[in-house]
Each structure stands twice: as structure tokens, then as C-alpha cells.
């Protein structure tokens, strides 16, 4: 019996490390979107969590706390040439992209430091730009966590019922 309980443990070992070598398997599968807008190139990575019938914001990422903006390594943010993120200047490159969801306004966090697990080790020290938005209703349920980026540079992010984004000029 031993020997088949070691012989079961290996194989869910095994197993385990292969899915997360195959990240499109994960639950919470990754996912990029790009978009050229006014001549630079705006790319965001990350993964995309299910609702699964969870209260999401307020609950499973509480109000106040940074969250990683998605699941599994934390999302990031990439921009070709420099730009303007609600009006104030951001430097052309690569950042961690952080948030901290409130009921009435939500912080969205440009990181130095863009290849982190989670939020765990996330730094304020690290921070390049922070600007605060105001959360919308989205007008149904959105089951998995999204981001898109418009036409004109808005930056949007939906899941559950709420909807936030940020405009890149």
C-alpha cells in the first residue's frame, strides 16, 4: 500500500509541475492584449481568474490592498514610447501593473519591478506612477477577469460587476 500511495504521490507531482510548465492549463490561463495607439505600442500580460460564483471585489481582493491585477505572476504593462497615463508622463518601457480596488475609487500602480509571483513581495519604494480612477458598473456579470485596450487608449479592466480603466494619451 505504501508503494502505491508513493507511486500516486509522484505522479501528482509530476503532473502539478507540468501544468504550470503549460501555463495555458492553469486555471487562470494567461493572456495578452496589444494595441498601437498614436504611434506606440501598448501591451498588457496576465492571467485571467474566474469568477466561480465568488463576491470579487470587496471580498476575495479586499478593498484597500494591493492586488496583482489578475492571478498567478503578477500582470504587466508595456508601452514602446513614452506617454501620458491620466494626464501625467510615464517613460517608455515595461512595469508591474498593481491596483488597489476601493468601493469609490480604485489606485492603479505603475511598478519598477514587473516580474514578481503575485503581490506578495510588491515594494511602494518600487512605484513610478499611481493614479486614482472611479469604478464603474459593468452592465452584466463578467464571469473571467479581462483587459482590453480601446481605440483611443483607454485602458480597461472588467470583472464581476465592475469595470475600471485608464486613459493612455
Do not use: C, H
Not at 43 to 71: C, D, H, Q
Not at 146 to 156: A, K, Q
Amino acid at each position: 500500500m505504501r508503494t502505491l500511495t508513493t507511486l500516486f504521490m509522484s505522479l501528482l507531482v509530476v503532473f502539478a509541475v507540468q501544468a504550470q510548465q503549460d501555463k495555458s492549463k492553469r486555471p487562470s490561463p494567461p493572456a495578452e492584449v496589444t494595441k498601437e495607439v498614436n504611434g506606440t505600442t501598448i501591451t498588457v500580460n496576465y492571467s485571467k481568474p474566474s469568477k466561480r460564483g465568488r463576491v470579487i471585489f470587496g471580498e476575495l481582493e479586499p478593498y484597500g490592498k494591493v492586488w496583482r491585477t489578475g492571478a498567478n505572476e503578477s500582470s504587466w504593462i508595456e508601452f514602446s514610447g513614452d506617454v501620458k497615463v491620466e494626464g501625467k508622463k510615464l517613460a517608455a518601457g515595461r512595469y508591474g501593473l498593481f491596483t488597489i480596488p476601493g468601493k469609490d475609487e480604485w489606485v492603479i500602480i505603475f511598478n519598477s519591478v514587473s516580474d514578481k509571483w503575485g503581490a506578495f513581495s510588491y515594494k511602494e519604494k518600487d512605484d513610478v506612477l499611481r493614479v486614482t480612477v472611479k469604478p464603474e458598473k459593468t452592465d452584466g456579470v463578467v464571469e473571467v477577469f479581462d483587459i482590453s485596450i480601446e481605440d483611443g487608449g483607454n485602458v480597461v479592466m472588467a470583472w464581476d460587476e465592475t469595470k475600471v480603466s485608464f486613459g493612455v494619451k
